[in-house]
C-alpha cells in the first residue's frame, strides 16, 4: 500500500470529521465526564464512530481515546493511532484551540499524520518522506536558530495550573494553547518554534503530531531520554518536546537540566 494512499485516507477521513462537527454545530452538545474526571461530548463520539468505520483495513489495527483498548493491535504491523477531539475543555469553552488527530503508526513509528482545527480552518498533513502540507500547501519548520524570541506553545491547562512558572524568566516567548495534536502541527507547519510538556500524554494525543513533526524534517523527543515508540501495552508517554530544527540542541539542553532538577508538574495527563 502507498504512502500516497494512507495520505488520501487522512485527507478523507478528517474531511468526514469535520462535516460532522459542522452538523452539530448550533446543536446542544451533551456533555458527559469519564471516570478519568475528563469531559467527552456527544459529537467526539460520533467522529469517533465514523473514522472507525473509514480507517482500518484487514490486518490494521485501531486505538483512540473513544475506543476500548484491544489489546489485538499489538500483534499488528499498522495501527491507526486516533482522537476524535484533542482539547475537549477548549471545544466545550468555545475557545477555537481544539482538533481532530489522525495518525498511522508502522512498525511502531509515526509515519503518517493529520490535524485538522474547523474552528480556525487548518489542516496539516504530512508524512515521512513526503513533507508537510498547511491547507494544502508545502510548510516547513521555522529557521529559527536561537531560542531567544523564539515563539514556544504551551498547554493552556498547564499554564494555569502555574507549571510553566520555571520557564517565564527565559528569553522565549510562551503562548498558551489547548490541542496538543494542534501545537504540535503548528511546529511541523513553521507557525511556531516549540512546544513542549512534562506531563504524561497518551499516545493518541500526540501521533499525528509526532508523524507531522518527523515528516517536516523538525526535531521531536521525550525528555528523559525514554525511546519514542507507539503501539505499546501501556499508551502513554512520561512527556514530549518538538522543536524547529535550529533550536533543538539548545532546548534539549534546557529541558534536560529541568528534569535533572526534579521540578516536575502533576504528573496526571491532561
Known amino acids: ?54 480507517l482500518p483495513r484487514r490486518g490494521e489495527g485501531w486505538l483512540s481515546e473513544e475506543s476500548l483498548d484491544d489489546t489485538a493491535r499489538l500483534a499488528v504491523r499498522r495501527i491507526w493511532v486516533v482522537d476524535p477531539l484533542d482539547g475537549t475543555r477548549e471545544f466545550v469553552a468555545g475557545l477555537p484551540e481544539w482538533s481532530i488527530s489522525i495518525a498511522l503508526v508502522e512498525d511502531g513509528q509515526a509515519v503518517v499524520g493529520g490535524v485538522r482545527n474547523p474552528a480556525t480552518g487548518e489542516t496539516i498533513i ?24 523564539a515563539e514556544v506553545l504551551a498547554s493552556r491547562t498547564e499554564f494555569e495550573r502555574g507549571e510553566w512558572a520555571p520557564f517565564m524568566g527565559e528569553s522565549f516567548r510562551i503562548r498558551p494553547c489547548g490541542s496538543v495534536a494542534y501545537k504540535l502541527a503548528l511546529v511541523a507547519a513553521g507557525r511556531a518554534d516549540a512546544t513542549w510538556t512534562l506531563v504524561p500524554k497518551h499516545e493518541w494525543d500526540v501521533a499525528a503530531g509526532v508523524a507531522l513533526v518527523r515528516a517536516a524534517k523538525a526535531e521531536v523527543w521525550i525528555p ?47
Open 126 to 149: 504530512g508524512a515521512v518522506g513526503h513533507g508537510v502540507t498547511y491547507n494544502r500547501r508545502k510548510a516547513h519548520p521555522r529557521d529559527t536558530s536561537n531560542l531567544a524570541g
Open 224 to 270: 528523559g531520554g525514554a525511546p519514542l515508540a507507539f503501539n505499546r501495552m501501556e499508551p502513554k508517554f512520561p512527556g514530549l518536546a518538538a522543536a524547529a530544527p535550529g533550536i533543538a540542541h539548545d532546548l534539549r539542553d534546557l529541558l534536560k537540566h529541568h528534569v535533572d532538577m526534579g521540578i516536575e508538574p502533576h504528573r496526571r495527563s491532561v
Open 1 to 54: 500500500m502507498s504512502c500516497l494512499d494512507d495520505l488520501k485516507r487522512v485527507d478523507q477521513a478528517l474531511e468526514r470529521a469535520s462535516a460532522i462537527f459542522a452538523d452539530l454545530s448550533g446543536r446542544t452538545n451533551r456533555v458527559e465526564t469519564k471516570a478519568s474526571g475528563d469531559p467527552v461530548t456527544e459529537a467526539e463520539r460520533k467522529v469517533n464512530a465514523a473514522l472507525r468505520a473509514m
